[in-house]
């Protein structure tokens, strides 16, 4: 008889994106993304970090101070990152999931890439501007939010 206690497609994929945020050199939210066909083939992967060639340990990563002297001027979110890494790969009718609720200008790659689902774990800033776009424009461009439900299913890996 066939095993029963198996991980489902959604813990599958959410647990890759997960470990796949683990990747993250920022200190304070690592994310990761994993996109998915329809057949539930995946398709890239992705994290936050610095573009190819910014060394990690000459970047900044502060929060905070002049603008120039902080991550955000440089870092690549971890969904844009997994859609530049899928440049082969017809994304129409994907999903993505994310373990963090992608900001307004991910949301853009997100509809012009053609996935059409996000499935998100953490939301932590849906209150800010950022989110409040995103949502504005995947209501717009039809693609669908899915909040993740965590199943309680814990695992541990040896690595
Ligand atoms: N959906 C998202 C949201 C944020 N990120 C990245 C960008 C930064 O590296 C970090 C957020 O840093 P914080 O402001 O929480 O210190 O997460 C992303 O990749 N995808
Ligand atoms: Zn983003």
């Given at each position: 008889m066939?095993?029963?206690?198996y991980?489902?497609?959604?813990?599958?994929f959410?647990?890759i994106?997960?470990?796949?945020?683990?990747?993250?050199k920022?200190p304070?939210s690592?994310?990761g993304?994993c996109i998915?066909s329809?057949?539930?083939?995946?398709?890239?992967l992705g994290?936050?970090?610095?573009?190819i060639?910014?060394?990690?340990?000459?970047?900044?990563w502060?929060?905070?101070?002049?603008?120039?002297d902080?991550?955000?001027?440089?870092?690549?979110?971890?969904?844009l990152?997994?859609?530049?890494?899928?440049a082969?790969?017809?994304?129409?009718?994907?999903?993505?999931?994310?373990?963090?609720f992608p900001c307004n200008?991910?949301a853009?790659a997100i509809?012009q890439?053609?996935?059409s689902?996000?499935?998100?774990?953490g939301d932590?800033?849906?209150?800010?501007?950022?989110s409040?776009a995103?949502?504005?424009?995947?209501?717009?461009?039809?693609?669908?939010l899915?909040?993740?439900?965590?199943s309680?299913?814990?695992?541990?890996?040896?690595l």
């Amino acid at each position: 008889m066939k095993r029963t206690d198996y991980i489902n497609w959604d813990e599958y994929f959410m647990g890759i994106a997960l470990l796949t945020a683990m990747r993250s050199k920022d200190p304070s939210s690592q994310v990761g993304a994993c996109i998915v066909s329809p057949e539930n083939k995946i398709l890239s992967l992705g994290y936050n970090g610095m573009p190819i060639g910014c060394d990690d340990d000459a970047m900044p990563w502060d929060r905070e101070g002049e603008p120039l002297d902080t991550k955000y001027m440089y870092v690549c979110h971890a969904e844009l990152n997994a859609i530049l890494n899928s440049a082969h790969n017809n994304l129409k009718g994907a999903r993505v999931y994310v373990t963090l609720f992608p900001c307004n200008e991910c949301a853009k790659a997100i509809i012009q890439s053609g996935i059409s689902e996000v499935v998100y774990y953490g939301d932590k800033y849906h209150d800010s501007d950022s989110s409040v776009a995103a949502r504005f424009m995947f209501k717009k461009a039809g693609v669908r939010l899915t909040p993740y439900t965590p199943s309680g299913r814990r695992t541990e890996l040896e690595l």
